[in-house]
Structure formats: C-alpha cells, structure tokens
C-alpha cells in the first residue's frame, strides 16, 4: 500500500513532534546539571533569535515552558 503525499506528511510530522518532544523533555529535565554560564548563553541565544524572528503565537508554550524552567534554578 502506498501512501498518498498528504498522508506521508502527516505521518512524517507527527514522527518528527514525536522526536521533539522527547529531545526537549530531556533538555528541559537536565537543567539542573546545566552550569550557569551556559544557561546565560541559552537565555541570550533565545533573545537572539526571538529578536531576529519575532514572538508569534505559536512559539508562546514553548517559551513559557523553557522560560519556566530556566528560572526554576
């Protein structure tokens, strides 16, 4: 059975939020052990790139979710 494009784009989406999720659940549950000055370099880097991109919608749960926890330690 063949998939149709549509279709092997879905699949192909949901493997790659699949993968996401388990790399940033695995970052965001190791910060602890993450020294500060990298920590720093993160939150300026996420600066960066919010500065240059801009801060639609769509990034605010993972913002919310990674600024959370940063301020966690």
Same mark, same amino acid.
Request: one cysteine or more.
């Given at each position: /059975?063949s998939?149709k494009?549509?279709?092997?784009q %879905?699949?192909s =989406?949901?493997?790659l @939020?699949g993968? =996401?999720?388990?790399?940033?659940?695995?970052?965001l549950g190791?910060?602890?052990e993450?020294?500060?000055?990298? *920590?720093a @370099?993160f #939150?300026? =880097?996420? *600066?960066?790139?919010?500065?240059?991109f801009?801060d639609?919608p769509?990034?605010e749960v993972? #913002?919310k /979710?990674?600024?959370?926890?940063i %301020?966690?330690?």
């Amino acid at each position: /059975m063949s998939l149709k494009p549509v279709d092997e784009q %879905d699949r192909s =989406l949901s493997v790659l @939020a699949g993968y =996401l999720e388990t790399v940033m659940t695995s970052i965001l549950g190791s910060i602890k052990e993450c020294p500060s000055y990298m *920590r720093a @370099a993160f #939150r300026n =880097l996420a *600066r960066r790139v919010s500065d240059h991109f801009g801060d639609g919608p769509e990034y605010e749960v993972g #913002r919310k /979710m990674f600024a959370t926890k940063i %301020d966690e330690i």
